[in-house]
């Protein structure tokens, strides 16, 4: 099984949802627990299992030519539902190695492109330049 890091990112956003408001707080941050638990193990034993992410950025250029667009495909998403049938949240990770980084838990209507660390961003773009 592979390493996964969760980063401190991602655990403020699973204490935040789990937290939430209202009595019913405690059993569902222990049902959130069991969930996010769970999905990591499963990304862990097969990182691939999850919904990959086709991220574009913009490669530079010299002045003149048109920037050449570059697919990033290193950035995926695992739902939650696929082990709690009423989870609306999915983790946002990227395999590094053989490694797994977990990076956010993101609701259903965050959209994936707008939550992309910026230091993924920065790896990626060094990637295009080396």
Known sequence: MRKVYVTQRAQDDIELVSFGTGPEWRSRMGLLDVTVSAVIK??????????????????????????AVVQARNIWTFHLKNVDPTATHRLLYRIVDDDVEIARLLHDEMATRDHVPVEWVIDLLRGLTE
């Not at 499963?42 to 920037?67: H, W, Y």
Request: proline share 8%; glycine share 12%.
């Open 42 to 67: 499963e990304i862990g034993k097969n990182p691939m299992s999850g919904t990959q992410c086709i991220v574009a950025l913009f490669k530079r250029s010299d002045e003149g030519e048109t920037p």
